[in-house]
T-cell receptor, first 114, second 118 residues
Framework: DTEVTQTPKHLVMGMTNKKSLKCEQHMGHRAMYWYKQKAKKPPELMFVYSYEKLSINESVPSRFSPECPNSSLLNLHLHALQPEDSALYLC?????????????FGQGTRLTVV | AQKVTQAQTEISVVEKEDVTLDCVYETRDTTYYLFWYKQPPSGELVFLIRRNSFDEQNEISGRYSWNFQKSTSSFNFTITASQVVDSAVYFCALSGAYSGAGSYQLTFGKGTKLSVIP
């Protein structure tokens, strides 16, 4: 079983809706990530949080707003999305510190914007 | 800049056959890390292996084995006696050495879709 839990697993939202994706990990990891994956493509990095602070924003449109309330939780707030934002959104976490370690991914949220 | 190339887009094999997934990488870092992830239809990326650039030992885990060759910048993955449950998309990925927050950014290859036919 994955140790990174994402909710919901599926989400359908209209272009005027506001919704949030949630991610939780209890491995003590201090780096957390949001990735976006379109069909038949590799994941693309969106945001990185390190020690609950946003460290990387890969030029993501402001209609995506990340939040890290504490070291175990990561949210992605969605507002006024476009149909082209439909994708699988993956959360991941890894240890922070010297010595790279693997990232552990959640099952993802399949988002459909209508 | 870092780059990962998985030249095989799709592979089909019959169950019990062996199959090798190719991965070639480019990096200017002297210290780096290579990974393989499996993505079944459910969507989760499952971590399979990490290899450090300074450790060229090959590794075997059950039916899985990995061949890391710095001389050819390759990190190939072999599944022995493939099974239907091995059907998935497999991603090879690369990250640089730790250099501060956010340093574990993964550069993914485009993935290889493996179909194992019963």
């Amino acid at each position: 079983d994955t140790e990174v839990t994402q909710t919901p697993k599926h989400l359908v939202m209209g272009m005027t809706n506001k919704k949030s994706l949630k991610c939780e990990q209890h491995m003590g990891h201090r780096a957390m990530y949001w990735y976006k994956q379109k069909a038949k493509k590799p994941p693309e990095l969106m945001f990185v949080y390190s020690y609950e602070k946003l460290s990387i924003n890969e030029s993501v449109p402001s209609r995506f707003s990340p939040e890290c309330p504490n070291s175990s939780l990561l949210n992605l707030h969605l507002h006024a999305l476009q149909p082209e934002d439909s994708a699988l959104y993956l959360c991941a976490s890894s240890q922070e510190g010297s010595g790279s370690t693997e990232a552990f991914f959640g099952q993802g949220t399949r988002l459909t914007v209508v | 800049a870092q780059k990962v190339t998985q030249a095989q887009t799709e592979i089909s094999v019959v169950e019990k056959e062996d199959v090798t997934l190719d991965c070639v990488y480019e990096t200017r870092d002297t210290t780096y890390y290579l990974f393989w992830y499996k993505q079944p239809p459910s969507g989760e990326l499952v971590f399979l292996i990490r290899r450090n650039s300074f450790d060229e030992q090959n590794e075997i885990s059950g039916r899985y084995s990995w061949n890391f060759q710095k001389s050819t910048s390759s990190f190939n993955f072999t599944i022995t006696a493939s099974q239907v449950v091995d059907s998935a998309v497999y991603f090879c990925a690369l990250s640089g050495a730790y250099s501060g927050a956010g340093s574990y950014q993964l550069t993914f290859g485009k993935g290889t879709k493996l179909s194992v036919i019963p």
